[in-house]
């Protein structure tokens, strides 16, 4: 009826780990994105880190609409095996900071950051202001 996924263990997918050779795992599906990596909105880095691995978690967290659903079949290669156990840690994950990607990146954070400037900028002018204009009236009384 239906045609056969490929069925890959979690150690085949992890060894595609590089931007030359960049695989993820969401939702039990396996991915190729290495193609996209300078497409993706959010830049190859986030994608980097999650090569090789089950990325279903972050890929959920960030809130991707159907429109990212919809691009990943483009990328799909095939199945992780559900007969093998998932591995519990892994060597990048056990050496790496735990960070929370969707809110630690350096574009966001800049963002955001010049935001805070700009709104501090309005607040202390018009503060400046006030004080000038309420200042000039109580001294021409």
């Not at 799909?76 to 990607?101: C, F, H, Q």
């Not at 202390?124 to 001294?139: C, K």
Request: aromatic residues 12%.
């Amino acid at each position: 009826m239906g045609i056969e996924s490929k069925m890959f263990s979690y150690s085949e997918v992890s060894a595609h780990n590089s931007s030359e050779d960049c695989w993820i795992i969401i939702n039990s599906k396996v991915y190729n994105v290495t193609s996209y990596l300078n497409d993706h909105p959010g830049g190859d880095d986030i994608l980097l880190g999650q090569a090789g691995k089950d990325a279903s978690e972050e890929f959920e967290d960030v809130g991707h609409g159907s429109a990212a659903r919809l691009m990943l079949d483009e990328f799909y290669v095939g199945e992780v095996d559900p007969a093998l156990n998932r591995p519990t840690t892994t060597t990048n994950t056990a050496l790496a900071p735990a960070i929370d990607i969707k809110h630690n990146s350096p574009k966001s954070n800049n963002k955001f950051l010049y935001f805070l400037l700009a709104l501090t900028v309005i607040v202390f002018g018009v503060g400046i202001s006030f004080f000038n204009f309420s200042s000039s009236t109580y001294s021409q009384t």
